[in-house]
């Protein structure tokens, strides 16, 4: 007892050296704004989901009978149960943000049936992974294998996990649901039972498998119950191999999978500020900074089909259609509110500001609040959305908690400080002082907000001084009367004075249109009127009737419409560098501009520019090319014959793999037997001392060629293919004068809709590595 008191008052010691906290999202409530729509379609379509459904995973392996059956999609195909972990936590959130009766009856309902099924398991676990009790059990016995994206042949087996560990701690934190505490603090020590066995070395081979926030989680469980046992695990699940670099100031992100290392770096500044380790700490700002600034594009996302690209070549973010994940932002955003309350600076507003409103509100179709997996940065490309019998992507997961949590990050508190970082209208509930904060604004379509003091007494008041406002532009009164807005070091305005009830303080924010290149410096801009992107609406193929609602199939999060040609695409066409004098408002219409004579391009004259987070259904053009008048026809030209060889491939493939990624070899069935994956000059690889398979698609039986990527370094491997389990060619890999080269494969005749493909080593030898994967036409 002595001993758990001690870590509690060390771990309460370490938390009051942050410098503010944010509100609890009880003490906020939105009003009259997008946000407030956004988190009202979330509401309806949380209850639209059936909490039986969700609930149907977690009975099955628990031994009970399931109510109805599991949803289909990524709920029936390996990550069943990871949506009700997903979902457990948007209750809480929502029933905090709004109060509703109906949600937290819902939330109440949810914990109760998993109760159940942790008590008929009798251990604590809870879990929907199929067959999931076997693997555990090999695991704790040391029987253990991992890959990028599996372990002992479960999909993400720790990640799934990790959405019900935070569903319930969201449950009891934010919702207050006492039973919710006992069942995460049990869950909690089936995992510290089942790991106990491994070594450090198993333990780091184990998160070389996307685990989530499985350390932030568990020294959460070390807070709430003073016990160091778990912030000891939380420990054991940091992976060292994403922490030493980070924490030696290293960049070695290019390759990575994306949301796999932003929860992991979550825990790394959860477990530091905890515990006040500087070098944890500091590994976490160095990623943040690193992601914003060199891996982030114009609304705040980042990736390429889920992977860092190289941050010197963001050619793939115009070239592919798999663009920013929508879960790599809303992880994002929970690492900006912990490094903000860490250290307050405006810096940590701004992003959040940049990637709310430009990705995370623009992710959710207004109409049927469904949710945008992959958006596309490539022109004239458009997002595809879910649907609530439809679609359960982790983005799905994701996005059910981002529209629920809007008013988390609006105020925060140090002592007699009050922050205020976003300008959001709300109102604000200040128990601890007895006031009331209300903040009312029509921004970003106006450029004023108002803050009325409701209550007396001293506080300071820090307003963010935004980055997209000029130095000495904005503007500041009290009570109607003109203050100096003089931001200090941390980038806030501090306002320090006895207020009354009535005061008020006005802002100011004159928005100016500017340009934003892509962060690799090539000829690519975006158009921003203050922090919000501007886009076009584009209809390059006539009376084209464009679907945009996801279907349930393994890869129905992707836009698989025709992909237009780049030329086609608007370009900014000015002798001038900066030409943003030349973009006028259109009168009437808040945040809608046009380009006369500066946009050019099929229909140019009718394209308007407006905040993406308000263009839905359409194709769009976000990022475009600048030219000058007389460069302009080259430049076409010049963007037609680099990407004519890579679009007639493409128009030729009818499925594809990317070996050694998550998701597309996810997506193509992938298994294997002393399989390994790695990356090689920036591509990933996968390769076998066994062998491994993937099944590929070919709905109207046109595939005649299977076409290889190989690198030449793996010269004198030798292995066999199978095609539908007869041999195809046996393969010996050569030297070649390039560095990476293909190989093409006749495939029989009558291969059927589903064709199974397997590389089988030869003894002694090594499947692969396969770089790419193609059925051709």
């Not at 695991?139 to 569903?167: C, R």
């Not at 037609?640 to 499925?655: G, H, K, P, V, Y």
Request: with cysteine.
């Amino acid at each position: 007892m002595l001993r758990r008191l001690a870590l509690a008052a060390a771990l309460c010691a370490a938390a009051s050296v942050h410098a503010a906290d944010l509100f609890a999202l009880r003490d906020v409530r939105l009003t009259a704004s997008p946000f407030l729509d956004a988190q009202q379609t979330d509401l309806r379509y949380l209850l639209a989901l059936d909490a039986d459904r969700l609930l149907a995973p977690f009975r099955r392996e628990a031994g009970l009978a399931q109510l109805k059956p599991s949803y289909g999609n990524w709920e029936s195909s390996g990550l069943d149960g990871h949506m009700g972990g997903h979902y457990l936590s948007a209750l809480a959130l929502m029933y905090a943000a709004t109060g509703d009766a109906q949600v937290k009856e819902r939330l109440d309902y949810f914990v109760q049936e998993l109760k159940k099924c942790q008590q008929a398991g009798k251990d604590g676990y809870i879990g929907g992974v199929p067959g999931g009790r076997a693997a555990w059990d090999a695991i704790a016995k040391g029987e253990l294998h991992a890959d990028n994206f599996s372990v002992n042949g479960k999909w993400v087996p720790w990640y799934n996990l990790h959405k019900t560990f935070a569903g319930l701690r969201d449950a009891y934190l934010v919702a207050g649901n006492a039973d919710a505490k006992t069942m995460l603090v049990a869950y909690a020590d089936w995992a510290l039972d089942m790991t106990s066995h491994l070594s450090d070395q198993q333990m780091q081979a184990m998160l070389k498998a996307e685990h989530g926030g499985m350390n932030e989680v568990l020294a959460d469980v070390a807070r709430i119950t003073g016990e160091r046992k778990y912030l000891d695990l939380a420990r054991r699940f940091s992976h060292q191999a994403v922490l030493r670099p980070l924490e030696e100031g290293k960049d070695q992100l290019t390759g990575l999978h994306a949301n796999t290392q932003i929860p992991k770096v979550i825990g790394f500044e959860r477990i530091g500020t905890m515990t006040n380790d500087p070098a944890m700490r500091d590994a976490a700002r160095f990623f943040w900074q690193t992601v914003v600034d060199k891996r982030s594009v114009a609304i705040g996302g980042n990736s390429v089909k889920e992977h860092f690209h190289d941050s010197a070549n963001f050619a793939p973010m115009v070239d592919e259609v798999e663009g920013p994940e929508t879960c790599n932002t809303y992880n994002m955003l929970k690492l900006t509110e912990l490094l903000f309350a860490d250290q307050p600076q405006s810096r940590y507003g701004d992003y959040y500001e940049r990637a709310l409103y430009n990705h995370i509100l623009a992710s959710q179709r207004p109409e049927t609040g469904g949710f945008v997996y992959f958006t596309p940065m490539r022109p004239n490309h458009y997002r595809v959305y879910s649907q609530v019998e439809q679609g359960m992507w982790c983005c799905v997961g994701s996005g059910i908690e981002s529209h629920a949590k809007y008013g988390q990050f609006i105020y925060a508190h140090d002592g007699d400080e009050l922050y205020v970082n976003l300008f959001i209208p709300s109102e604000l509930t200040w128990q601890a002082k007895n006031l009331r904060i209300v903040q009312a604004t029509a921004f970003p379509d106006a450029e004023t907000t108002r803050l009325t003091v409701h209550g007396a007494g001293k506080f300071a008041l820090k307003l963010r001084y935004p980055a997209w406002v000029a130095k000495g532009a904005l503007m500041l009164k009290v009570n109607g009367k003109p203050v100096k807005a003089q931001a200090g070091a941390d980038g806030y305005i501090k306002v320090d004075r006895v207020w009354r009830d009535g005061d008020t303080v006005d802002l100011k924010l004159p928005m100016t249109t500017h340009l934003e290149q892509m962060p690799d410096q090539s000829n690519w801009y975006a158009v921003l009127h203050g922090p919000i992107v501007l886009a076009a609406k584009t209809a390059p193929f006539k009376d084209e009737k464009l679907n945009v609602f996801a279907d349930d199939s393994r890869m129905g999060h992707i836009a698989h419409g025709q992909v237009c040609p780049l030329e086609a695409a608007p370009m900014f066409v000015s002798d001038a560098r900066d030409f943003t004098s030349k973009i006028k408002p259109v009168k009437g219409q808040p945040l809608t501009f046009t380009a006369p004579g500066v946009l050019q391009g099929p229909d140019a004259g009718r394209l308007k520019l407006i905040p993406f987070f308000r263009l839905h259904d359409s194709r769009y053009a976000m990022y475009m090319q600048r030219s000058t008048p007389a460069g302009y026809a080259a430049l076409k030209e010049r963007t037609a014959r680099d990407e004519q060889e890579r679009l007639a491939l493409n128009a030729r493939t009818i499925d594809q793999v990317a070996p050694g990624e998550q998701q597309p070899e996810s997506d193509h069935a992938f298994q294997g037997e002393g399989a390994d994956a790695g990356l090689n000059a920036g591509r990933h690889w996968r390769h076998a001392t066994g062998w491994f398979r993937y099944v590929l698609n070919d709905p109207k039986g046109e595939a005649k060629t299977l076409r290889l990527t190989f690198a030449s370094s793996d010269a004198g491997r030798k292995f066999d293919i199978l095609v539908d389990g007869k041999p195809l060619r046996t393969v010996e890999l050569a030297k070649a004068d390039e560095e990476f080269y293909t190989r093409d494969f006749a495939l029989p005749a009558g291969s059927g809709k589903k064709i199974e493909v397997k590389f089988v080593a030869h003894p002694g030898s090594i499947a692969g590595g396969l770089y790419g994967l193609r059925l051709l036409r």
